[in-house]
Each structure stands twice: as C-alpha cells, then as structure tokens.
C-alpha cells in the first residue's frame, strides 16, 4: 500500500473540514475523491500533502507511519503535489519552473529527463518563455512536469482539467494512463468532470460534509451508482 489514511481530520480554525477519513492508494493505480463543491476535496490532498497541517489521524507512506510534516519535507518522502489553481511562477521561465524540482533531489539528479519532453513537447518547444506567459493548459502541463520532476512515488493531482481545453485534458488523460501503467507511482486525482474521472480511476471515494459516504472499485460501484453519488 502507497497511501493509507486512519481516520484523517483536519480544522480550518473552529471549523471541522475533514471528519475520520480512512482511504488508500495503491502504486499502479489510479484513487479518485469525488463529490460536489464544498465537501472537503482539496482539504484532503491538503492534509495528506502537509500544505494545511492535520489535526488528528495518522498516515502511512509505503507502510512507515508520518509525522506532521511541512510540504518540503512531504516531497522529500516521494509525493508530489499539483494544486488548484496550478501555483506555476510566473516570471520564471519553464525551464526554471521545472528545476524548481530540483531542491527536493540529490544534486546528482538534478536533471530534466527526456520523458517529460516526451510526455509534454510544448515545454520543449517554450522552454525560454515566462510560465506566466503561457495558456492556462500550458500551465497546468508545466505544473504536472514540475511535480514528476520530484520522481514521486505518491502524485496528487487537484482538479487538473479545471478551466482547460479538451485536447489538453485528453493529453493530461494520457499521460495520468501511462504513469499508471508503469506501476511504481500511486496516483490520488481530485476531479469533478465525471466522464474524465470515470475513464481513469480504479478506485473511489465519494466525500459529504467531510467524510466518505462511499467507496469502492470501479466494478463494485458502478458508473450508475458512483454518478448519483456524486449528482446529489
């Protein structure tokens, strides 16, 4: 098990977001956390990125128990995090976006490797321009490579095809397939456009007011079944 979460809460001040969330993440397969706006989504890859610390629960990476840790150190144990809102810098051109990576790796790896041209050709091709120069998919394109640049074990992707264009959310598609298929990462995918969800996950959660209302394989739910969870 990549990923394994017992009873996960988390406050925003006085207020409860995340109620005893148990879910898992296996490497070679693809979690989905579904739900409508609001339930506690972006919370949980929060918590479990160390981005807004947990308060209660525990977290295992790879079967070893995690303390609560910042995001610099969460990245240094093998996750990678691609935020809402893709969180590129904008002054810095894609080549120094992506050897932002780098501060996580021994200096010996501090390389980009040819894959993620090969998996993103546009960052090639506007390897000088300013990351906040380019196009909202161009974006989230670069944000995703600066993450595998990490070479994470555990990749946690929120919302990537908000507000992109559909041959960019297939690209995005593919490539969330060919990490899969590889077999050495666990993949937990945040996203509400049920039809790119569905494709793609192995596995689901359904969050409601903070908690899981429903989990299960793709076969033990269902496409009927996992739409009216997340429709309602």
Same mark, same amino acid.
């Given at each position: 098990?990549?990923?394994?979460?017992?009873?996960?809460?988390?406050?925003?001040?006085?207020?409860?977001?995340?109620?005893?969330?148990?879910?898992?993440?296996?490497?070679?397969?693809?979690?989905?956390?579904?739900? &409508?706006?609001?339930?506690?989504?972006?919370?949980?890859?929060?918590?479990?990125?160390?981005?807004?610390?947990?308060?209660?629960?525990?977290?295992?990476?790879?079967?070893?128990?995690?303390?609560?840790?910042?995001?610099?150190?969460?990245?240094? @144990?093998?996750?990678?995090?691609?935020?809402?809102?893709?969180?590129?810098?904008?002054?810095? &051109?894609?080549?120094?976006?992506?050897?932002?990576?780098?501060?996580?790796?021994?200096?010996?790896?501090?390389?980009?490797?040819?894959?993620?041209?090969?998996?993103?050709?546009?960052?090639?091709?506007?390897?000088?321009?300013?990351?906040?120069?380019?196009?909202?998919?161009?974006?989230?394109?670069?944000?995703?490579?600066?993450?595998?640049?990490?070479?994470?074990?555990?990749?946690?992707?929120?919302?990537?095809?908000?507000?992109?264009?559909?041959?960019?959310?297939?690209?995005?598609?593919?490539?969330?397939?060919?990490?899969?298929?590889?077999?050495?990462?666990?993949?937990?995918?945040?996203?509400?456009?049920?039809?790119?969800?569905?494709?793609?996950?192995?596995?689901?959660?359904?969050?409601?007011?903070?908690?899981?209302?429903?989990?299960? &394989? @793709?076969?033990?739910?269902?496409?009927?079944?996992?739409?009216?969870?997340?429709?309602?």
């Amino acid at each position: 098990m990549m990923l394994k979460t017992e009873a996960l809460t988390l406050h925003y001040g006085g207020s409860q977001i995340l109620h005893g969330i148990d879910m898992e993440a296996r490497a070679g397969e693809v979690t989905c956390i579904m739900g &409508t706006n609001g339930v506690g989504k972006t919370s949980l890859l929060k918590a479990i990125s160390g981005t807004h610390p947990r308060s209660g629960g525990r977290i295992f990476l790879e079967g070893a128990e995690l303390p609560v840790l910042p995001p610099q150190a969460m990245a240094r @144990r093998g996750l990678g995090f691609v935020p809402q809102g893709r969180m590129i810098f904008p002054l810095l &051109t894609v080549t120094e976006n992506l050897e932002t990576g780098f501060a996580v790796l021994p200096r010996a790896e501090h390389r980009i490797p040819e894959e993620i041209y090969a998996l993103f050709p546009v960052l090639k091709d506007m390897a000088h321009r300013r990351g906040g120069d380019l196009s909202g998919g161009q974006q989230q394109q670069l944000a995703i490579a600066r993450a595998l640049i990490m070479r994470p074990k555990l990749l946690l992707l929120d919302e990537p095809t908000e507000g992109i264009q559909p041959n960019i959310i297939q690209q995005i598609g593919r490539v969330i397939s060919y990490l899969r298929e590889k077999g050495d990462m666990a993949i937990v995918l945040v996203e509400q456009y049920f039809d790119f969800a569905y494709d793609l996950a192995d596995r689901f959660y359904v969050l409601k007011r903070g908690a899981v209302d429903l989990s299960g &394989t @793709r076969a033990e739910l269902g496409r009927d079944r996992l739409k009216q969870a997340v429709s309602v």
